[in-house]
Each structure stands twice: as C-alpha cells, then as structure tokens.
C-alpha cells in the first residue's frame, strides 16, 4: 500500500467559523488605536485517510472551533504577555494602558489571551494552540495550520508539525 498524504480543508467565511472583537495593538500606530474586526478562522489539518478513506471527520473539527471563537466573540481581546500594554485587573473592570492612552473596560466584555498581541498571526497560533490541546489527534495527522482573516481577502496562517 502507498502512503499518500492528504489534507482536509475549512473556510472560515463560507461554514461561519466566525467572531467579531476589539482589540488595540499599540506597536503600529493606526492599529494602536481601539478598533475591531469580524474574523473569520480557517483550518487546514494534513495526514494519511484512514481504512475509510477519512482524515478526521469535518463535524468534529468544526465543533471545537466554534467553542474557541464562541469564547472570542464580541470581546476586547486582551494580550497578557504584552511588552508594551499595562493591564491592571480589578474587582469589575480591566484597566489598559500605554504611552499617553489609558482604557477601562468591564471584565466581562474582556477575554485575557496568553499572548503577546492581538495581531492576526498571534491570535492564529492561539487558535491553533487550543485546538490541538482540546482535540484527540489521530497519529496519521502530521500537521495543523490555522488561518485567521481580520476581513476578506486579509489574514495570517500558522502552520505547525504535530509529530
């Protein structure tokens, strides 16, 4: 038998893997200001089929995804691990500030990311993180890439080497 790679594909856009959050990154500086996106996350998932000619079923893929974005959606994406942000939690609210710019917002419109910014590729990778931390991987998977768009047409892929 030849082994013959293979890869499955989600779009984001087109199965409504999607969420919609602000967020500030403060190192550019139209993107310091606070603004949001409507993102949209794509998977792709590489390795051999199965005795059934399958990867991994779609349903299960597309579940976990939408649990991860549900979390995101229609939050202020904070980045804890930011060189620049300087984020003090409080009983209700989360204080954000930088240079000359300071922003309080309710903790529960926040989600705080282990991450260092809110960039498309960070939030990829994070995306891509909890995926693979909440799903049984079968072994004949060898790679996961993850994409998120910040809009149509405009995004960044990760892409990872599971074994």
């Known amino acids: ?8 594909n989600i779009d984001g856009w087109k199965k409504n893997i999607r969420f919609s959050s ?6 550019y500086e139209k993107c ?5 996106h409507t993102y949209a996350v794509h998977l792709k998932i590489f390795g051999g089929c ?3 000619g399958i990867i ?15 979390d995101l959606d229609h939050k202020v994406l904070i980045p804890m691990k930011s060189k620049v942000l300087n984020i003090k939690e409080k009983q209700d609210n989360i204080d954000v500030s930088f240079y000359n710019k300071k922003y309080s917002f309710p ?26 931390e909440k799903i ?9 890439e ?18």
């Open 22 to 27: 602000a967020h500030i990154i403060p190192e």
């Open 50 to 52: 199965d005795e059934k």
């Open 107 to 132: 903790k529960n419109d926040c989600i705080l990311l282990p991450i260092e910014s809110t960039s498309a590729e960070n939030l990829a990778m994070y995306i891509l993180d909890q995926l693979v």
């Open 1 to 8: 038998m030849v082994f013959m790679e293979s890869f499955i």
């Open 56 to 70: 991994i079923d779609f349903t299960v893929l597309k579940d976990h995804l939408n649990i991860i974005v549900e």
């Open 136 to 144: 049984d991987l079968p072994d004949r998977i060898n790679k996961v």
């Open 146 to 163: 993850i994409g998120v768009d910040e809009g149509y047409g405009q995004g960044a892929r990760i892409l990872k080497d599971i074994k």
């Open 32 to 36: 310091g200001r606070l603004h949001g």
